[in-house]
């Protein structure tokens, strides 16, 4: 079962048993600090192996008096201008060990090799804005590629729904048949967006569809007013890591064993990119969005 979205004073979270922690996805600055106390009590209630904070830097401070330690930060984060801190506190002693440091370096080396090396990419599929009616070919991809994900996009009613708020999807197809995906998660009032759900079916792996769509994807958010971009790659994933460098994203941190992804609690490295004050030609798709009323669980 997905991990719930809640309010605790007025400040919005994620947590469950799921992900083994509490993620503070947006810190409302009255909840402090109040909330910090709030926090460790739902943490121990449930034995939540971890709380895993995004703030905004000038309240970094209080969260580390509180035992919070900062694994990653990404400049600009707030309306191009604050930096924002990922700060976490464990509550169980393994949570804290990165089980495959080697491995995590070796992708991390591959990828500053391959630093702003990308060419212009094209793919024989084709592209286009996902529409409502593609929630279900969406969400048959994310089932294939993804075991467990952090977020219900296995449910094609979320996905309907995300589209009908702050989502847009990417899509490549072969003829009537979806290839691969992404998502932008665009934060309107922050102006900052998620670069995420990256998924491209097995047999169509190695022809560069990551690469093509987040191109497309870092072309249109600056018509949607985004001023920097990031991500929260799975650590061990040469592929997703050397995408992002590829196409000229800083390295921000590594949040340590933070996301059950794939079907196990797994590291995830925090890339950015602060994105151009130009309007993209790709930024004139229009999206229809059709007014639909849909729940999901």
């Known amino acids: 079962m997905p991990d719930s979205i809640d309010t605790l004073r007025h400040s919005k979270i994620q947590h469950g048993a799921e992900n083994d922690r509490i993620y503070l996805m947006h810190l409302d600055p009255r909840a402090l600090p109040e909330i910090l106390s709030d926090l460790d009590l739902l943490a121990e209630k449930n034995r939540y192996g971890k709380i895993f904070a995004k703030v905004p830097d000038p309240f970094t401070r209080e969260f580390q008096t509180q035992g919070y330690r900062i694994e990653a930060r990404v400049p600009g984060f707030f309306k191009g201008e604050t930096p924002a801190a990922f700060l976490a506190k464990y509550f169980k002693t393994e949570r804290q060990l990165e089980p495959k440091a080697d491995l995590a370096e070796q992708v991390l080396a591959a990828a500053r090799l391959k630093a702003d090396s990308a060419d212009v990419n094209k793919v024989p599929f084709n592209f286009r ?24 996009i296995h449910n094609p009613r979320y996905i309907a729904k995300t589209m009908q ?52 994807m870092d072309q249109m958010m600056p018509q949607h007013g985004m001023k920097t971009a990031f991500t929260i790659a799975r650590s061990y994933s040469f592929g997703m890591n050397i995408t992002f460098a590829k196409l000229g994203y800083e390295y921000g941190g590594t949040l340590t064993q933070n996301t059950n992804i794939a079907g196990s609690l797994e590291s995830m490295n925090v890339w950015y990119k602060p994105l151009p004050d130009l309007v993209s030609s790709l930024g004139r798709d229009v999206i229809t969005k059709t007014q639909l009323n849909l729940s999901y669980t």
């Not at 804005?129 to 977020?151: C, G, Q, S």
């Open 165 to 216: 708020e702050n989502f847009l999807y990417f899509t490549l197809w072969e003829n009537e048949s979806l290839v691969a995906v992404a998502s932008c998660e665009m934060d309107y009032s922050e102006k900052n967006v998620e670069m995420t759900d990256f998924a491209t079916r097995p047999k169509y792996r190695g022809q560069g569809t990551a690469v093509y769509l987040l191109e497309r």
């Open 129 to 152: 804005l996902a529409e409502v009616n593609d929630a279900m070919e969406i969400a048959d991809v994310y089932r294939e590629v993804f075991k467990t994900y952090p977020f219900p």
